[in-house]
């Protein structure tokens, strides 16, 4: 059974710093890709980054290019999500997917594209 299990948000002023992980199991996080994606409340659920499973490639929506960082440990099965520069508009639920199929890194906006989901963990950011 393949779990996701977030952790690592809160509140921050704006200008600050947090790091989200997304630890997996039932799966190995190198096989597939997983993005993190964020919706804030009364909005679409947007993509936001993903690490794909070939190690030293990843993507990022253009909102948060240049001020987030995902990255990947192998030995613990965990997909980090490190945010710098917060800003108000980053405030949301952060959530962490995984692609349906292995070695695949096409249509990683497409939330359709992953077939399991963590629960979530709120990033509040304040002036």
């Known amino acids: 059974q393949v779990q996701l299990v977030e952790s690592g948000g809160g509140s921050v002023q704006a200008g600050g710093s947090l790091a989200l992980n997304c630890t997996a199991s039932g799966l190995r996080v190198n096989e597939y890709t997983v993005a993190w994606f964020r919706q804030a409340p009364g909005k679409e659920r947007e993509f936001v980054a993903a690490q794909t499973w070939r190690n030293f490639i990843q993507y990022y929506d253009d909102s948060v290019k240049g001020r987030f960082t995902t990255a990947r440990n192998n030995s613990k099965n965990v997909v980090f999500l490190y945010m710098n520069d917060l800003k108000v508009e980053d405030s949301a639920v952060y959530l962490c997917?995984?692609?349906?199929?292995?070695?695949?890194?096409?249509?990683?906006?497409?939330?359709?594209?992953?077939?399991?989901w963590g629960q979530g963990v709120k990033v509040t950011v304040f002036t």
């Open positions: 997917a995984v692609h349906r199929t292995h070695y695949v890194d096409t249509s990683y906006r497409d939330r359709s594209r992953y077939a399991h």
